[in-house]
């Protein structure tokens, strides 16, 4: 392991995380100015075995992936390849289908387009064909007219994305983040593990949730932790009490975000307990929980869903930031335009507020960072990736131990904090 100097109050909290009982296993890494500052890792990858953590060991890291598969569109964009501003349907043209002809690659990207939920349930058969399940949605219709509002689309946004990169490439994104992103920079970064990589990915242990409150990604920002929205779905090992299946879409349980504190718990508990809300429509269906193991199956590893399917080290995910804030993947006008807040606001789907530039988040309440200059996205468990190209900073944060809506979300955030303390 390595720690600056510098940063010893970062070594501090990582260390006192485990003393604690927070962590089961873990992986802190940060870049300052292009530097390798600190590197830790503890803790054990596999619980049932005792197989420890170690320097290469990477962990399933969700909606960290988001932010990943924007970078690949992004790049595209840069080339030519894709319109950001242009209709979805002029590359697919099968999108247009049912009022869906004005939507743009932009509104996939900021979660505008009103297409946060599959409708039918997708059997395991298709959890590897991305343009199956990308076909579905196509022939959906939207559930609120797109770009009036935001609502997180915890899984649709990577089938959407990646079929945009699919039908102007003919490559998926993972194949996309091989060649052109972790290959060339020698990270340690896959959407979709390969074989090899699988049996050494730490083994995720499933967060004992509160019956009160069973918000998994919508974290719990009335009491600060909002380190940990932005995954998978509640399905995340296999030990999910979601369900998912086409209703009434809850478009906002209570008021959307705007009221009392005691209200927003209330409708956030109200959206979490019911199997039919939009909350829990969005983040359980592909329904990971079908598959003998969730999250910690070959299947789900193997996918490479462009929503939650990336597999890193820390080190892997913050090398990722820290050349995304060099400008060695995108030019730095092209970042400075993604990361500017496209929305933000009350989110029909998380009912907290949420903001979002081009694929990445911004600072709030889900996104609970130091810096306005911040940008990146976390990823359900606590997972977190960022970078902050004022400072020079990239930073990543990786854990196999699931955190629930009310406790050990904040593990990240302490020592996101303890970074820019250090600076």
């Not at 743009?104 to 409708?119: C, K, N």
């Not at 993947?329 to 500017?340: F, G, N, S, Y």
Request: glycine residues 12%; hydrophobic residues 45%; aromatic residues 6%.
């Amino acid at each position: 392991m390595h720690c600056d100097p510098r940063f010893s109050r970062v070594r501090e909290v990582f260390e006192r995380h485990f003393a604690d009982g927070e962590e089961l296993g873990a992986a802190f890494a940060v870049y300052q100015d292009g530097e390798l500052v600190v590197d830790l890792w503890d803790g054990v990858a596999d619980r049932n075995t005792g197989r420890p953590w170690e320097r290469d060991t990477p962990a399933f890291a969700y909606s960290c992936t988001k932010a990943v598969t924007a970078t690949v569109l992004l790049q595209l964009a840069e080339r030519g390849l894709v319109d950001v501003s242009a209709p979805v349907a002029e590359v697919w043209p099968e999108f247009a289908a049912r009022g869906k002809a004005a939507i743009t690659v932009e509104h996939l990207l900021t979660h505008q387009s009103g297409l946060p939920v599959l409708e039918e349930p997708v059997p395991v058969e298709e959890f590897e064909d991305q343009a199956a399940i990308a076909a579905r949605l196509a022939g959906q219709e939207p559930l609120w007219e797109p770009g009036t509002a935001h609502g997180y689309h915890a899984l649709t946004y990577g089938f959407l994305v990646g079929e945009v990169v699919r039908r102007v490439t003919g490559k998926s994104v993972g194949e996309l983040v091989a060649a052109e992103i972790a290959g060339p920079l020698g990270l340690e970064l896959w959407v979709g593990a390969p074989d090899e990589v699988i049996p050494r990915t730490a083994r995720l242990k499933a967060a004992e949730r509160p019956q009160a409150l069973k918000v998994t990604e919508a974290g719990a920002a009335p009491t600060g932790e909002g380190a940990a929205p932005a995954g998978a779905g509640p399905a995340a090992t296999g030990e999910s009490a979601a369900t998912t299946g086409a209703g009434p879409a809850a478009t906002g349980a209570g008021d959307g975000g705007q009221g009392r504190p005691d209200d927003l718990v209330a409708a956030m508990t109200r959206a979490a307990l019911d199997p039919q809300s939009l909350m829990n429509r969005a983040l359980g269906n592909p329904a990971m929980h079908r598959v003998q193991g969730g999250a910690n199956n070959p299947v789900i590893l193997r996918a490479g869903w462009p929503a939650a399917g990336l597999v890193t080290t820390a080190r892997g995910l913050a090398g990722f930031y820290r050349s995304l804030a060099a400008g060695d993947l995108l030019r730095p006008e092209t970042l400075r335009d993604a990361t500017r807040t496209r929305v933000n606001g009350p989110d029909r789907v998380l009912l907290l507020d949420t903001a979002f530039g081009l694929g990445y988040m911004r600072p709030s309440l889900t996104f609970l960072m130091p810096s306005g200059s911040a940008f990146g996205h976390s990823g359900m468990g606590g997972s977190i990736g960022l970078g902050d190209p004022e400072r020079g900073l990239g930073i990543a944060y990786v854990m196999n131990k699931m955190a629930n809506a009310l406790s050990g979300n904040l593990r990240g955030i302490r020592l996101v904090e303890a970074v820019y303390q250090s600076l």
